[in-house]
C-alpha cells in the first residue's frame, strides 16, 4: 500500500481542486500526441492530426482530454487504493483498448509540464514531488492488470 | 538516427535566446528539482557538505549545466564531436548513469515550462526534448 505524507495528500487535493479540467486536459492530451506523435496511433478516428495545430483545434481531442482528466477524479479521492480504483481501468486499456502502458508515463510527463505552466511558482518542487509519485501510482495501477 | 531538422535548430536556438536572461535560475531550479523530486540522485553529490536545494552548491552547480546546455546549444550541428571533452569527463570521472539525463532534462522541462509558459508550447517542447535527448546522447558516447 503507498504510503501518503499529510502534504502530499492535501497537495493533491489542492492541485486538483484549483485545475481547469476544460483547459488542462486537451492541453495536455494535445501536447502529448505534438511531443510523442506514436501516441496518435491510438487515436485513427480522430480526424486531422497532421500536424500540431490540427491537433490542438481538433475537438475530439479536447474532448478526449476532459474524459481522461475527470478519469483521474477517481484517484484523487481514493488515494489509499487506487490500485483497486482503477483495476477496471486497467484491464480495459489492456485487452479492449490495446494501449501499450508506456504510453501512460508519456501523457503523466505531459500532463506535469502543462500544470508546472499553469501553476507557475506554485508549482513548487515539493509540489512537483507529490504531483509526481500520484501519477506513479496511478500509472503503475493502470499497468497492473496487463499480463 | 534521430536528428534535429534545420527547422527545429531555429526553434531551439531562438528558445534558448529568449531563456538566456533567466538561464541562472533555470539552471539552479532544475538542479534542485532532480535531487528533491528524485532523491537518489543525491548519490552523485554525496562531496557536498550542503545538499539542500537552495544551498549555495547545488545554484552553482545547476548554473555550470546550464552553461553546458548553451555551449551545445552553439554546437548544435555536431553535439558528439563539440561535446567530446564533456562526454568524456562523464564517461571517466563523473560516471553518471545515463537514466539520469532523461530526468534531468524531465526536471528542466517542467521549469521552463513554468518560468515560460506561454513560449513553451507543444512545438517548442517536442524541439527541446530532441535535443535534450541528443544532449544526452552525445554524453553517453565516450561510456563504452
Known amino acids: 500500500m503507498v504510503e501518503w505524507t499529510d502534504f502530499e495528500r492535501a497537495t493533491i487535493q489542492s492541485v486538483f481542486e484549483k485545475m481547469d479540467y476544460d483547459d488542462v486536459g486537451p492541453a495536455a492530451l494535445s501536447r502529448c500526441l505534438v511531443v510523442y506523435p506514436w501516441t496518435q496511433r491510438y487515436f485513427g478516428n480522430f480526424g486531422n492530426l497532421y500536424n500540431a495545430a490540427a491537433i490542438q483545434g481538433n475537438p475530439m481531442v479536447a474532448a478526449h482530454g476532459k474524459t481522461v482528466l475527470h478519469g483521474l477524479d477517481r484517484a484523487v479521492k481514493n488515494m489509499d487504493d487506487i490500485k483497486a480504483t482503477y483495476a477496471e481501468l486497467s484491464v480495459l486499456h489492456s485487452e479492449k483498448l490495446r494501449v501499450d502502458p508506456d504510453n501512460f508515463r508519456l501523457l503523466a510527463d505531459c500532463l506535469t509540464i502543462v500544470v508546472a505552466a499553469r501553476m507557475g511558482a506554485d508549482f513548487t518542487a515539493d509540489v512537483q514531488g507529490a504531483f509526481q509519485k500520484f501519477l506513479a501510482v496511478v500509472v503503475s495501477s493502470l499497468g497492473r492488470q496487463y499480463h | ?144
Request: aromatic letters at 10%.
Open chain 2, 1 to 144: 538516427k534521430m536528428s534535429l531538422s534545420a527547422k527545429e535548430k531555429v526553434i531551439v536556438k531562438d528558445f534558448f535566446a529568449k531563456v538566456s536572461s533567466r538561464s541562472d535560475e533555470v539552471g539552479a531550479e532544475a538542479l534542485a528539482r532532480l535531487i528533491v523530486v528524485y532523491p537518489q540522485t543525491k548519490s552523485y553529490f554525496a562531496h557536498w557538505k550542503d545538499l539542500s536545494p537552495n544551498g549555495a552548491p547545488v545554484r552553482k552547480h545547476g548554473i555550470t549545466i546550464m552553461g553546458g546546455l548553451y555551449e551545445a546549444v552553439s554546437k548544435i550541428d555536431d553535439l558528439a564531436g563539440g561535446l567530446l571533452t564533456l562526454s568524456e569527463l562523464h564517461a571517466f570521472v563523473l560516471r553518471v548513469d545515463p537514466v539520469n539525463f532523461k530526468i534531468l532534462s524531465h526536471c528542466i522541462m517542467v521549469v521552463l515550462s513554468m518560468l515560460f509558459a506561454e513560449e513553451f508550447t507543444p512545438q517548442i517542447h517536442v524541439a527541446v526534448d530532441k535535443f535534450l535527448a541528443l544532449v544526452a546522447l552525445a554524453l553517453s558516447e565516450k561510456y563504452r
